[in-house]
């Protein structure tokens, strides 16, 4: 098998439907299983984030979503940032089960630098939900260093 590599390509209508609908229900997972959210509640309060959030969809300005593609040419997962003033805030990155665990999610936090940096943003910013473990260590194995803890304790 040849060298992994990533390309970013903009998401078109097609990819938005897919992206969001799977990212509003694994949003909507994710603030439950945190226990941010009752989960009977998660999904619409969701959709009502993803709606506020990208009023134009994939054309939100100041937002940069695009579908991830590897090697092959296999669609592999998405990314979405928002470029705030020198600051590129990593809103999402999914990559589908089949693809993780082979680097490529290495490659594509490579590219949301160079990205970032042709933006001009000085500084990547994210959240990351305290159970994902698997996306915590990526972080922290690029670079990235932890500004807050957010703790709770259910009574």
Do not use: C
């Amino acid at each position: 098998m040849g060298e992994r590599k990533v390309i970013l390509k903009k998401m078109d209508d097609e990819k938005f439907k897919i992206y969001y609908d799977y990212a509003v229900s694994n949003y909507a997972e994710e603030k439950a299983k945190s226990g941010n959210w009752k989960e009977e509640e998660a999904l619409k309060l969701a959709k009502d984030t993803f709606d506020k959030m990208l009023p134009d969809k994939q054309d939100t300005e100041n937002n940069y979503m695009y579908s991830i593609f590897n090697e092959n040419d296999d669609h592999i997962g998405f990314i979405w940032f928002i470029d705030e003033k020198g600051v590129s805030f990593l809103a999402d990155i999914i990559l589908f089960e089949d693809f993780r665990g082979n680097g490529y999610g290495n490659l594509v936090m490579k590219e949301l630098e160079d990205k970032s940096k042709e933006l001009g943003a000085k500084k990547i910013e994210l959240h990351v939900f305290g159970h994902n473990k698997v996306a915590f260590n990526l972080y922290k194995k690029m670079g990235f260093d932890v500004t807050n803890y957010r703790m709770s304790k259910e009574l």
